[in-house]
């Protein structure tokens, strides 16, 4: 059972991961192995220690220790459980907690594209996705329709940022996923060649004159499938449509040119998805 601390001093530094650290500070790319994240709701921390991911300390509004959140709460071990009343976690964190309750977590080893791969049918591959929430959208509908993991160019939103982890209701702890390369210039190449070497042929989601539609019966035929998708506004970058093995498109109707890249992925991941 975690040790409860009322919360006394505001510029105390275990508080510094919830109140004054940025994102790119709990990455902590120089030391990997050191890096935390903010889990944020008792779903979402739940999906995490589910998951096996180790928590650090909690962050809680004290009128919010029962229930679901005390369930959590039993399950972390002796770690330091601060606590307050509303007003004053305002002032700390800055905006409202969802449903009264963070945890700092760690930040596990990433597994390679192999290993994440062994096995697979169906995967996903994001092009340089920078926005969290749209990461976060992209993993829910991966994990409700049939994605087996996620690979992420080095350009793309980190699932663990505190948005795309909530946004996704911690399936970013369900779908197996990893960096496909840790440097821009390693996409497509040689990423397109690694995905081939493991059997997959690769699906670019675009609009062009040679696109198939989602539904080509050989296109849903493939035994091994990436379906690629690319960032906000931009889409997927030349060389990644012109390397793939397909260039697909979803049909569209009243003019509307596209999909946002969230919908776009639960359509596709719906028509493709592994539903053997």
Aim: glycine fraction near 8%; charge should be negative; aromatic fraction near 6%.
């Amino acid at each position: 059972m975690p040790k409860i601390i009322e919360i006394q001093d505001f510029h105390a530094p275990e508080l510094d991961v919830y109140a004054r650290l940025t994102e790119a500070q709990l990455l902590n790319k120089d030391k990997i192995t050191e890096g935390l994240f903010i889990a944020e709701s008792p779903k979402v921390i739940q999906r995490a220690l589910d998951a096996g991911y180790e928590s650090v300390s909690l962050l809680a509004e004290r009128c919010h220790m029962h229930g679901e959140t005390w369930d959590v709460m039993e399950q972390c071990g002796d770690i330091p459980l601060y606590t307050a009343e509303f007003d004053v976690l305002t002032q700390l964190t800055g905006y409202k907690l969802t449903r009264g309750m963070l945890c700092a977590m760690r930040r596990p080893p990433l597994p390679t594209v192999e290993e994440i791969c062994a096995g697979a049918r169906r995967i996903a591959v994001l092009e340089s996705v920078m926005n969290p929430t749209n990461v976060g959208a992209i993993f829910r509908s991966a994990a409700a329709l049939n994605m087996d993991a996620v690979l992420l160019t080095p350009g793309c939103s980190n699932p663990l940022y505190r948005r795309a982890a909530r946004v996704s209701m911690g399936t970013v702890f369900q779908v197996p996923w990893t960096f496909i390369g840790s440097e821009p210039a390693e996409w497509p190449y040689p990423g397109l060649d690694r995905l081939r070497a493991m059997g997959f042929k690769t699906a670019a989601m675009a609009l062009s004159d040679d696109s198939v539609s989602i539904d080509d019966p050989q296109l849903m035929a493939e035994e091994k499938l990436a379906i690629i998708l690319g960032t906000e506004g931009d889409g997927l970058s030349g060389n990644t449509i012109a390397d793939c093995d397909y260039t697909v498109k979803i049909p569209m109707s009243h003019g509307v040119d596209s999909l946002n890249v969230a919908a776009a992925s639960a359509v596709a991941f719906w028509q493709l998805g592994n539903k053997g």
